[in-house]
């Protein structure tokens, strides 16, 4: 199996596990929490399918990559996504991250800027800060993700069943958008990840990106369902597209956050439109 090392913890080298399938230009997706680039299957064919090489990764933690008890923090993250696309010779990237993905995607492009990058997609996104503070009073109260952690701890087993719940808003969409034998595997993919991911990954949620927002200087569109109950709309995409010069909002109406399952279709048309798009001079 495709591994990329990008550091070590004590006598163990931590190795991302990617695939890496088709040819041409490349479009690089980046999974949300707690899942590895598989999450991506339905996109990854589409892509494929249209003539474009389609590369997804498992985060450290998570799906098939090394397990590590460091690292989860967005500039982390960000570094060993800059580590595959420099071991990769990726260039003229489309960079697409769903969920916790679109952080790196954020930072990377904070903090690395766009010389491979063509352009970006953020799909159920984090950014701008989802935190609530003095400055950021659009933002999500600390109490809940204290209350997410104490879950974790007392049994990370039901919590991913209670985060798939509001994942798919299974009270509406249960047997329609998805299926039972769905949400089963996605609870299987999740409790691969590690102990300490599962944990760790929350209070890297709270990063606040407002300082990396100015220098995203590529096309970025953003993808979100206004019935998001993980990333709720109002805090995340609906500020979003205020804060990024040139950026375009899809609105999927009544569409929980796990969108690039249960609006597939919708996800894949937009993204390959946008793949399409001319990129204006000097964008």
Same mark, same amino acid.
């Given at each position: ?8 913890? *004590?006598?163990?080298?931590?190795? %991302? ?12 997706? %980046? ?22 090489? /389609? ?28 580590? %595959?696309? *420099? ?23 904070? /903090? ?23 400055? *950021? ?16 701890? $007392?049994?990370?087993?039901? &919590? ?13 969409? /249960? ?11 996605? &609870? ?38 206004? /019935? ?16 990024? *010069? ?6 999927? $109406?009544?569409?929980? +956050?796990?969108?690039? &399952?249960? +609006? ?20």
């Amino acid at each position: 199996m495709p591994y990329i090392s990008v550091g070590v913890e *004590n006598s163990a080298s931590i190795d %991302i596990y990617y695939e890496d399938h088709g040819a041409g230009q490349p479009v690089l997706l %980046i999974p949300g929490y707690p899942f590895g680039g598989t999450a991506w299957e339905k996109q990854v064919q589409a892509l494929v399918d249209a003539g474009y090489r /389609a590369i997804t990764y498992d985060r450290r933690g998570f799906g098939k990559s090394s397990q590590p008890t460091m690292g989860y923090d967005y500039d982390t993250f960000a570094a060993d996504l800059d580590q %595959i696309m *420099n071991t990769l010779d990726l260039r003229n990237v489309t960079l697409v991250g769903h969920s916790m993905g679109t952080g790196e995607v954020t930072r990377y492009l904070g /903090a690395y800027g766009s010389a491979r990058v063509n352009r970006a997609v953020v799909v159920s996104p984090i950014p701008p800060f989802l935190l609530k503070t003095a400055d *950021n009073p659009e933002g999500v109260d600390q109490s809940l993700f204290d209350g997410f952690m104490d879950q974790i701890r $007392k049994d990370r087993y039901v &919590w991913y069943t209670q985060f798939l719940q509001n994942f798919f808003n299974l009270d509406v969409n /249960a047997g329609k958008l998805v299926s039972d034998d769905a949400v089963r595997a996605n &609870w299987s993919m999740a409790i691969s990840s590690s102990p300490t991911a599962t944990l760790a990954a929350v209070p890297a949620w709270l990063t606040d990106f407002r300082d990396d927002l100015p220098r995203i200087d590529v096309p970025l569109l953003i993808i979100q369902g206004d /019935a998001d109950r993980v990333l709720p709309f109002p805090s995340t995409g609906k500020r979003l597209v205020g804060m990024v *010069n040139g950026s375009k909002l899809v609105v999927l $109406k009544d569409a929980p +956050h796990g969108i690039p &399952w249960t +609006h597939a279709e919708d996800v894949t048309r937009e993204l390959l439109n946008f793949i399409k798009e001319r990129v204006p001079v000097g964008a």
